[in-house]
């Protein structure tokens, strides 16, 4: 598959995944807006063209160059190993989301990442939408630390893209206020990370929100001692407890909202 393919597919997955979330949600969610849907909407939907816009400008070359470097030279930790192609794609996704679990984990236990972070956990409802609502600031940082993980792995295009769709899907999975029958998701939480779990993450108890920490493995969390499960779903409140009025979290102010007084 072609490089311009495989770069199609990805925003094609992206806002499919956007789109079939929200007809799902729209029918079953599990709980109701306690806020505007569509000015959330538009705030976070706003976010997501923007970043993807900067991000590929500033990017989008150094990663798609940092790729063809370390393919055609056979660089990186990877090569170590003659892997079959399934054992590759594996290997790739497990080690990028354990180092996505280190990062998210810094991010909010380092004040000044928090500040950026704190952007993402601002919104005061979650679903599908949610899952790109981030700083510029922030996804920045995880750019380049991208581009230091695929030279050091040694990771080819193709397993970068797969990655990025099942961490993308993941995520939106996981932010959704989809109602999900309770035996899968206990079935899902052995491996994986369902709604109920990252709810449990965006809860304005810092307690809860420092935990947690998965996107696609649930191991890491359990591994770590990060993982927290036993809290009441119903009562959870989403948010950041400082952040309480939506009218002061629409896209000029999360723009500025790194640069202000952080918040707890």
Sequence with gaps: MTIEKLLMLRVLCVWGGIIVFFIFESRYAYRRSSVSKVKRWVTNLSLTVINGVV????FGL????TVAYVTQNRLGLLYLVDWSA???????????????????LLNHTMPTLWRFHQVHHSDMNMDVSSASRFH?????M???????LIYALGVKLEELVVFEI????????QHSVLRVPEWFERMWWVVFV????????HSVIIKERNSNYGTIFSLWDRFFGTLVSQVNQEQIRIGVGSYHDPEKLKLPQLLILPFKQVAK
């Design 55 to 58: 991000l590929n400008l500033l």
């Design 62 to 65: 150094a990663i798609l160059g």
């Design 86 to 104: 399934g054992v590759r794609f594996l290997v790739t996704v497990v080690v990028l989301d354990f180092f996505l679990y280190v990062w998210h």
């Design 136 to 140: 510029i600031g922030e996804l920045t």
């Design 142 to 148: 995880s750019a380049l630390i991208r581009i230091s």
């Design 166 to 173: 099942v961490l993308v899907l993941a995520a939106q999975f």
């Design 194 to 201: 369902p709604p109920s779990m990252h709810r449990i993450h």
